[in-house]
């Protein structure tokens, strides 16, 4: 009886991992061109499939105050349905959100790497999705020892859509570099937004389309862990004209690699 238990779990298991790949492969990325003698290998992703969000690839961060609101695990959860949920609420006189990170995890420099979203739709808060890590704050060789990447950050319920790079922190040193695109229709529906993070260049992508090629910084050439983040604050305007509950979704993320071709 217990070798049948055993036996049915392991089945489950392949069921749900081939579920998985099927749906990896359901919705096919539009890649760039790589470059001669390489192609695009799929290295890491997660499609949240199921209900529990998966710890071996993602972070939560505890409760804390964060911008105008407070970051909380209540804020994040997946919905069954092959998404992460990122809410937004009001609980008391305080508003929460949320965010989940890949630190310690998954950390990695160079590739494709790009999240499927449906966005927001009320007014006071912001989706992003981002890569960062603590030596963003060293100066000394710009960007090269730690840059910020916000591959996409979306405080307007508009066709408007932000990327920026910061680096040597936050303080006084401070730089940064960002680019407004518009893109038509990017409120309704689902749409991709990525990176091609090259050793010599940056390139940002809205649903497979180029958008903004930048080395500014000169380019960073040290790992960064992935973010997909909500913020409260004034920038995406007032939260208190809010319809809550809010929430963006996260179809999948996948991060690609150039690997020689056989």
């Not at 217990?2 to 096919?28: D, F, G």
Request: net charge neutral; hydrophobic share 35%; charged share 25%.
């Amino acid at each position: 009886m217990q070798s049948t238990r055993v036996s049915l779990v392991a089945y489950a298991a392949l069921v749900t991992c081939a579920a998985v790949v099927c749906r990896a492969a359901e919705i096919k990325d539009e890649l760039p061109q790589p470059p001669a003698g390489k192609q695009w290998k799929l290295i890491w992703h997660d499609e949240f499939e199921g209900t529990e969000l998966d710890t071996s690839r993602w972070e939560i961060p505890p409760e804390g105050k964060r911008r105008d609101a407070y970051w909380s695990p209540k804020a994040i959860s997946l919905d069954g349905k092959g998404h992460l949920v990122i809410r937004v609420f009001r609980e008391g006189n305080r508003y929460i959100d949320g965010c989940v990170r890949t630190r310690g995890k998954f950390e990695r420099a160079f590739g494709y790497y790009v999240a499927r979203v449906r966005l927001q739709k009320q007014p006071g808060h912001w989706s992003a999705f981002w890569m960062y890590h603590p030596t963003v704050g060293k100066v000394g060789d710009e960007g090269r020892d730690g840059t910020e990447i916000d591959i996409f950050e979306k405080p307007w319920l508009d066709d408007r859509v932000q990327q920026t790079l910061h680096w040597d922190g936050y303080g006084r040193h401070h730089k940064s570099e960002g680019n407004v695109v518009r893109v038509p229709g990017v409120m309704q529906g689902f749409h991709t937004f990525a990176l091609w993070w090259r050793p010599d260049v940056y390139i940002f992508y809205v649903d497979g389309r180029e958008t903004w090629r930048t080395n500014a910084g000169g380019v960073c050439q040290v790992p960064l862990y992935l973010k997909l983040s909500d913020e409260v604050g004034p920038w995406a305007g007032d939260i208190r004209k809010a319809q809550l509950p809010d929430e963006f979704l996260v179809d999948y993320v996948r991060v690609y690699d150039l690997v020689d071709t056989p």
